[in-house]
């Protein structure tokens, strides 16, 4: 079966195989006659990318690049892509790659014409009101993952280099003019990023119709992208080659973005400083932690999890669900625990400290205290 279509809910979505060739088009509309392709280090010698590069150049665009991007991209990572950005002349970036090369394209664009430091604007009350929206340059977003949904976003997760906290930088401007969302750039992504990537998008999805927040479009895209996970993860990660899982997940991963301004939760909260502590893969870390934190919530969304169960076709309520993610889990190869991803549990105090105050732990349906989350990451070891 083949996918394509083209959308303009939340940006303008182009989804389908081979519509990369569309690049040079969509910078051009957006005004662009000088991009920086931003992606991190892994991507930057694969063929996907010189594809881009090429289409790039072809149309009278240049040639450049900018790759020196951690997986957990940090602060230092962005100064060196606004300077060279700043040097190069560019006036707009093509965001390419995962959550990294995504997020910290997005945050280049928008930090190009800043003058205050990027902590400035983060995802606290009006702060992004502190920006200058002129100066922000303009973004196509190209997603080689199917999981962060970040193409989609408004913000970008940025990690203090010197304190090694994730914090959440925003701006509607942050929003990318065009996406194009291509399966065939997902074709060669490895098993175990297709699992992480895969349920990164089912936990967004998860944690936002989980949340208690009043958002009823949310939860019911966050309700439909756990049905296209559960029917296409398993496909995608057995055959990479499958186009139609593929765009299937390039959708889900879209939706759970969408869905997530219901709120987030305690998968978040806890993978958070996991990842900015130990630079854990984020999707894979939230899948680690996702039994524990249903566990940790059941009173509060049992109910709502046994109506999205049937929803799913999966039968047994909330134990039921609760066994499909343990069965999906191994399926995927994700490990059972955090000890089984080389973490040590002597520090939790200062994981849980860390959890508390991360902006994901507001959206959780049980209210995270010091003393429970310590619990729950303990739980997490189990």
């Not at 987030?264 to 939230?286: E, F, R």
Request: net charge negative.
């Amino acid at each position: 079966m083949t996918i394509t279509a083209n959308w303009s809910y939340p940006n303008a979505f182009k989804l389908g195989a081979g519509r990369i060739k569309e690049l040079a088009e969509a910078c051009k509309n957006l005004g662009i006659k000088k991009p920086l392709l931003v992606t991190d280090r892994g991507l930057a010698s694969m063929p996907i990318t010189a594809r881009a590069l090429d289409i790039l150049e072809e149309a009278g665009l240049g040639r450049a690049i900018f790759s020196d991007v951690d997986p957990n991209p940090t602060d230092v990572n962005l100064d060196a892509g606004v300077k060279a950005f700043r040097s190069g002349g560019h006036d707009g970036v093509v965001a390419f790659g995962g959550g990294s090369g995504l997020d910290l394209g997005k945050c280049v664009a928008f930090m190009s014409g800043q003058t205050r430091p990027v902590w400035d604007f983060e995802d606290i009350g009006d702060w992004w009101t502190r920006a200058n929206s002129d100066a922000i340059a303009p973004i196509v977003a190209v997603p080689t993952t199917a999981g962060t949904g970040s193409e989609v976003g408004r913000a970008s997760v940025i990690t203090n280099s010197h304190t090694h906290v994730k914090k959440i930088i925003f701006h509607p401007k942050f929003l990318p003019g065009v996406v194009i969302a291509d399966p065939e750039l997902t074709v060669g992504m490895p098993k175990s990023i297709t699992a992480g990537t895969g349920m990164d998008a089912f936990a967004h999805c998860l944690e936002a119709y989980s949340s208690p927040f009043y958002h009823p479009m949310s939860q019911g895209i966050a309700l439909e992208g756990m049905r296209l996970v559960k029917e296409f993860l398993p496909r995608a990660y057995a055959d990479g080659s499958d186009i139609e899982a593929r765009t299937n997940m390039m959708t889900a991963a879209a939706m759970g973005a969408v869905a997530f301004q219901k709120g987030l939760g305690a998968i978040h909260a806890l993978s958070h400083p996991i990842g900015a502590v130990y630079n854990t893969h984020h999707g894979t870390t939230n899948g680690v932690v996702m039994p524990a934190v249903l566990r940790f919530n059941r009173s509060a969304i049992e109910e709502k999890i046994a109506r999205a169960a049937a929803y799913l076709g999966i039968s047994g309520g909330f134990d039921g669900f609760y066994e499909y993610v343990l069965s999906l889990k191994r399926e995927l190869g994700i490990p059972d625990n955090l000890a089984a991803m080389d973490i040590k549990p002597d520090r939790i105090d200062e994981l849980s400290a860390m959890a508390i105050e991360d902006p994901s732990a507001g959206g959780n349906p049980v209210a995270m205290t010091l003393e429970n989350t310590k619990a729950l990451f303990a739980d997490c070891f189990a």
